[in-house]
């Protein structure tokens, strides 16, 4: 992290958290693999997590829905 006060980045923090399933499932909607898409529907994403309804086999743990709220409030980071 060189020293810098970085935050979580998509590829080593948010990425990991999808598993193979989950992209497969939302595909139609978006892909969550990729950078741009969850960016550009953080917003909708954040609140099913919080809703606890996504994924819709078992929600997250709060301590992986708040690294994604870091994430997507503290300036999406690639
Ligand atoms: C804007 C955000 C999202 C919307 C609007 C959304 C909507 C939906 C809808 C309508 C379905 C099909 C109906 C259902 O099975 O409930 C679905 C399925 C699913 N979604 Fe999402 N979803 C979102 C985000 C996510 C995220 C972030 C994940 C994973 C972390 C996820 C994981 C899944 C899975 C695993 C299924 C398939 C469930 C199954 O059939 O077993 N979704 N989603």
């Known amino acids: 992290m060189g020293g810098q006060e970085a935050g979580p980045s998509f590829e080593s923090d948010i990425k990991p958290l999808f ?22 529907n953080a917003e909708g994403i954040l609140q099913r997590l919080e809703d606890g309804d996504m994924p819709c086999d078992g929600g997250w743990p709060e ?8 994430w997507s409030e503290g300036g999406m980071a690639p």
């Open 63 to 70: 301590e992986r829905i708040a690294t994604f709220r870091r």
């Open 19 to 40: 598993r193979d399933k989950d992209r497969e499932r939302m595909e139609w909607a978006f892909d969550l693999s990729r950078y741009e898409d969850v960016k550009d």
